[in-house]
């Protein structure tokens, strides 16, 4: 995946558009903690203020254009794949599990997993990941996830010096190569449906018993 260069706030601390991610004057900072913040990563500046532009035209949507609340079914009915995906640990770190559902046209599958000692945002990254690497159809994606992590790790651009959990983001990011993938925040716990299954999922794997080991996982020395 390319990284993002130039990002552009809609909705945020103070909207513009900006050149870097992180630090007091970047993008990072006016979105982080913003409730119902709007914003997008782009390869070239002139992208992002087509985009910023277009979004910010009287009667437009931001919600509509980025697709901050998209509508699943319409999605659907458009031919695209929905993904929905959430992940969990028991302790954080502890015992973990991920949970997904897929749904294309009239098919259905969910997928769950469970290891022994993991941490929350591993779980996130992996729901991802095994939701991808189910897919076998060549359609545009929009993936719901209740992790900002996540979110904004793939707006930010993946691998723009994620130390923690480096080998599960080269992963997610070889898997979204070259893929029609838009990743949308949706709010945990507010009574979506597949959100709730997946949380579901993803604790009953966590609950369950010869659980398997995250080969990736590195404990933290504590002081």
Same mark, same amino acid.
């Given at each position: 995946m390319t990284k993002a260069r130039f990002y552009a706030v809609i909705r945020g601390r103070k909207p513009g558009i900006y050149t870097v991610w992180g630090g007091p004057d970047g993008a990072e900072s006016q979105i982080s903690g913003y409730r119902g913040a709007v914003y997008k990563g782009f390869v070239t500046r002139a992208d992002a203020e087509q985009w910023y532009s277009a979004v910010s035209a009287p009667g437009q949507s931001p919600g509509v254009e980025l697709g901050e609340n998209p509508d699943p079914a319409a999605a659907l009915a458009a031919g695209k794949i929905v993904i929905y995906t959430d992940g969990a640990a028991i302790g954080n770190p502890g015992p973990g599990g991920y949970g997904a559902v897929l749904l294309?046209?009239?098919?259905? @599958?969910?997928?769950?997993?469970?290891?022994?000692?993991?941490? +929350? +945002?591993?779980?996130? %990254?992996?729901?991802?990941?095994?939701? %991808?690497?189910?897919? @076998?159809v060549a359609k545009p994606i929009l993936l719901f996830t209740d992790s900002e992590y996540v979110v904004e790790g793939f707006t930010g651009g993946i691998g723009r010096g994620?130390? @923690?959990?480096?080998?599960?983001?080269?992963?997610?990011?070889? %898997?979204?190569d070259d893929l029609d993938i838009d990743i949308i925040w949706v709010k945990g716990h507010a009574g979506n449906p597949e959100n709730e299954r997946c949380h579901a999922l993803s604790f009953q794997a966590a609950s369950g018993k010869d659980l398997a080991i995250d080969g990736g996982f590195v404990e933290e020395t504590k002081w």
């Open positions: 294309y046209g009239p098919h259905r @599958k969910e997928l769950s997993g469970g290891f022994a000692r993991t941490t +929350n +945002n591993r779980m996130e %990254l992996m729901a991802c990941i095994a939701a %991808l690497q189910a897919i @076998k994620w130390r @923690k959990n480096a080998d599960l983001w080269r992963h997610f990011g070889a %898997l979204c």
